[in-house]
Structure formats: structure tokens, C-alpha cells
């Protein structure tokens, strides 16, 4: 599978009942992201800060779903200290699925499977993946995390923040880029179009080379 794929659809159950993918996602785009086991330490820290960026997501409108190979039953359990860990309330409603893999199927089918870390029956454990899908169904980002590893959400939603920004705006981000900061203009903007393209100016750096390849230019509003 590259980026710009159609992702696999599927049907897997979940804690919200079985659902296909694709019908799910619907026009949202949506995060994948797998967990080796329930009730280990990683993943519950992983899970209780997705509850807590849940409204970040939803302004993005981004639909997240999370993975392990557990039971059902094991992940209602498990719901309940994720969400005291996160200081939510028993009452409140956990803010979205967890998708039950036992067999490993769909864990193998997209290259998920940490073959380094097996758990007590000595099966590979559930690596920690991360993939981004546009409402297209398009396959847009993957990062693979080893079990031991626990994900940074902060940069999921930034590359989240750049994927929504150049999907229509003609830049691209440069390194360590946060919404607000400047763009790259891309190289395949000709020069006679910047001011067109760009009315908010556009800074060149002169380079040693002479090229002028490196244009920057303010955020766009998205």
C-alpha cells in the first residue's frame, strides 16, 4: 500500500457495534491507529490523550478509531480506566470505537504486527500504527511506532494541519512548521504567477547557489 492509495476497506466489530470503514469514515477524514494490548500502561496514556484532543479532531473533522487485539467485553473494561486516567467521569460516553482484532487479521493485512514483541502465548504483539485518511479514502500518512514507544498526538494533529492546508493551497511545510508559520511556495509555481497565486507577498532567500528555490510565504487561511 503507498500514500495515495485507496485504504483497504474493511468490516471489523467494534465497541460501537460492526462497521465498514469507508461508510464510517463517510466525508470525514480519519485516523487508524493500533495499540498492542489492553490494560497495558503505553496505550492507556495513548487512549485517555485522544480523549482529550477529541474536540481538536472533531474541528478538523477528523474521525478517529482505535485497534487492539482484545475482546469486546476486554475493551468496555478497559474503557472505564482509560477514561479515569483521562479525569473523565463514569457517566460520560467514551468518545470513540475500539475495533476488537483477535486473530490478527486485519493487524496483519495492513502491516501493523511488531514481530519483536510477542505477548505471554509468544504471538508478535500490535505495533503502534498511525494512519491518515482523507475523505477521498485516500491513503495520506503512515507512522509506525515499535510497541515500547508511546505516540506524540501533538505532531499527529500538526501533519494533520499541514495535509488539510496543501491539499488546495499551492506550499508546502517546511521543517518543524506549525499552523500560522510561514510556507514554502512550491516549485512548480512559475515565477510569473507568484503575485497572482500569492497576494500576500512572497520573501525569497538568496542561497549561495543563486537559485531562487527557496520562497516563503504566509500561511494561507484554510
Not at 466525508?27 to 498492542?36: A, C, E, N, R, T
Not at 468496555?76 to 479515569?84: L, R, V, Y
Amino acid at each position: 500500500m503507498f500514500l495515495g492509495d485507496i485504504f483497504p476497506n474493511f468490516t471489523a466489530k467494534t465497541t460501537e457495534g460492526e462497521i465498514s470503514f469507508h461508510d464510517w469514515l463517510a466525508d470525514s477524514w480519519g485516523i487508524l491507529f493500533s495499540h498492542p494490548s489492553d490494560f497495558t500502561p503505553v496505550c492507556t496514556t495513548e487512549l485517555a490523550r485522544v480523549i482529550k484532543l477529541y474536540p481538536e479532531f472533531t474541528r478538523r473533522n477528523v474521525k478517529v478509531i482505535g485497534l487492539s487485539c482484545d475482546s469486546i467485553t476486554s475493551h468496555h473494561e478497559w474503557c472505564k480506566d482509560i477514561k479515569f486516567y483521562a479525569g473523565c467521569s463514569e457517566d460520560e460516553k467514551f468518545p470513540y470505537p475500539i475495533i476488537e482484532d483477535l486473530d490478527r487479521k486485519l493487524a496483519k493485512q495492513l502491516g501493523m504486527v511488531d514481530k519483536d514483541e510477542l505477548d505471554a502465548a509468544g504471538i508478535p504483539l500490535t505495533a503502534r500504527a498511525v494512519f491518515i485518511v482523507d475523505p477521498n479514502k485516500k491513503f495520506r500518512l503512515s507512522i509506525l511506532y515499535p510497541a515500547t514507544t508511546g505516540r506524540n498526538f501533538d505532531e499527529i494533529l500538526r501533519v494533520l494541519d499541514s495535509l488539510q492546508l496543501t491539499e488546495n493551497a499551492k506550499v508546502a511545510t517546511p521543517v518543524d512548521w506549525k499552523m500560522g508559520d510561514d510556507c514554502m511556495v512550491l516549485p512548480n509555481v512559475p515565477e510569473d504567477k507568484v503575485s497572482e497565486v500569492f497576494p500576500n507577498g512572497v520573501t525569497v532567500v538568496e542561497m549561495p547557489s543563486g537559485k531562487k528555490y527557496i520562497r516563503k510565504t504566509p500561511c494561507p487561511k484554510i
